[in-house]
């Protein structure tokens, strides 16, 4: 079975991993933890491939990394590559959000997923991409997900990330979306 680097040190990231390449015999494993990677790419794209290369190349295995965010139109794509940084806690996030949008009355954002697999030494071997439009809310709603999940309004079920079952969100979810893109590439690929 070849093993597959999950450019992550966060376990549930390695579990989500998993169910997303269930078909496939791959030996999924955490990174090692001294491996530590800056994301100084400018595009999600970049930073799933500077994650994924990196850590291929220093642990001498297929690897692979994604990289996602909320790009928000009347912010100019803010908080995009930096969704993860732009507050302290999810709470804190959502609220720094909805205060930059107060006076706002376009909501149109999307999210986004770019995931990249780098071979032993370091090449990407394959990339996809994921979008899921949607609006920004003036107040959360659902319990469920994480993140910015219940302000992400997907008109076409008029529900929030925070209100769809994990099927329903993994069906057309921006992380969703990129791995039906990467699977069909991934059974091709000759290793
Ligand atoms: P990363 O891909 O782990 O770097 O995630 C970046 C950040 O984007 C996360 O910490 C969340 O704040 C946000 N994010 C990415 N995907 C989602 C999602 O599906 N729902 C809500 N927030 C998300």
Request: charged letters at 25%; glycine letters at 20%; a negative charge.
């Given at each position: 079975m070849t093993s597959l680097v999950?450019?992550?040190?966060n376990p549930g990231k390695l579990k989500e991993m998993q169910a997303y390449l269930d078909d496939f015999r791959w030996e999924l494993t955490l990174k090692s933890p001294e491996i530590e990677i800056e994301?100084?790419?400018?595009t999600f794209m970049a930073n799933a491939h500077l994650k994924a290369s990196q850590v291929a190349l220093a642990m001498g295995k297929w690897a692979i990394a994604d990289d996602s965010g909320l790009a928000v139109d009347a912010l100019n794509?803010?908080?995009?590559?930096h969704s993860a940084r732009y507050a302290k806690t999810d709470s804190d996030r959502i609220d720094r959000l909805l205060g930059e949008l107060?006076?706002?009355?376009?909501?149109q954002a999307k999210f986004v997923c770019a995931i990249a697999l780098a071979n032993p030494d370091g090449a990407i071997a394959l990339q996809s991409e994921g979008i899921c439009h949607g609006e920004i809310l003036r107040i959360p709603r659902g319990?469920?997900?994480?993140?910015y999940d219940p302000i992400f309004f997907v008109p076409e079920q008029s529900l929030t990330f925070a209100e769809m079952s994990p099927e329903q969100k993994i069906s057309l979810s921006h992380r969703g979306r990129a791995f039906a893109a990467l699977l069909p590439q991934l059974a091709t690929l000759k290793i």
């Open positions: 999950v450019a992550t040190s994301e100084t790419g400018d794509g803010a908080p995009g590559i107060e006076n706002k009355t376009n909501r319990e469920a997900g994480f993140g």
